[in-house]
């Protein structure tokens, strides 16, 4: 029990950074006597907490996507079904061939996020102007993009909002649209990973289970307000130092 407690606050909290909340929630169970499979199935669960969390801060901003009645909203909702898509396409069979995969490549890929992070960041200190693009000037090529990078994520130790993000930074766009739009793309692969996984291990009848979700939603709602206020005033190229540096480390020393 003190496991899970422990776990669904790591989930609240490391959600919204660009690391990789799974993995390091699914190594801390494997640690306390958990299996692979059950942990990585328990860390997805506890996404429940921080999707609802998401939906919950960017309701307005939901309510207007799901109705669009401007163009800028219409190219937000295909940047998100593009995204869902290809990551479905990508992501579906790596989460299955999880217990064969996780070991070989998700180390190794973990690095390259981080490393790509550290690397931008530094381009960014030699240019004269930071990235620009706001998240309503999205396009089919975002979409696919983002998706392919969020499909990827679903390997433990890759980081989804990490991925997701590094690969929106590259395309241009300040680290507020950036944000947005893997929050944004997030919501319906979340969704359906949780279904799945919630029916396929019976969590959505276990009290225990549903309480830790509930937790996860309250530190996760807390948190990603303090987050991205934070992520607004930061510089574009130390944010994506620090994040990278923070997830080398991550991935070497857990």
Known sequence: MLGLIIARIL?????????????IISLFLANI????EQAVDISLFLHVGTLIAT????WKDIKKI???????????LLFILWSSFISLLI???LYLSIPFLSGLLSEKIGLLIGSFLIITGIIQLFRKSFSSRSYADVKRSDGIINGAAQGFSALPGISRSGSTT?????QGFSIDSALKLSFFSSIPIIFLVQ??????????LD???????????VVGRLSIDYFLKIAKKFNFALFCIIFGLLNVAITIFL
């Open 11 to 23: 989930q609240g909290v490391l959600e919204w950074l660009p690391v990789s909340s799974q993995g």
């Open 33 to 36: 006597g958990y299996t692979l």
């Open 55 to 58: 939906i919950h801060y960017f």
């Open 66 to 76: 799901v109705v669009p009645k401007s163009r800028k909203n219409v190219n937000i």
């Open 91 to 93: 992501g579906g069979p």
């Open 166 to 170: 590094l690969a929106l930074l590259v």
């Open 195 to 204: 279904l799945y996984s919630g029916v396929k291990n019976g969590f959505f």
């Open 207 to 217: 009290a225990g289970y549903l309480l830790a979700a509930f937790t996860a939603f």
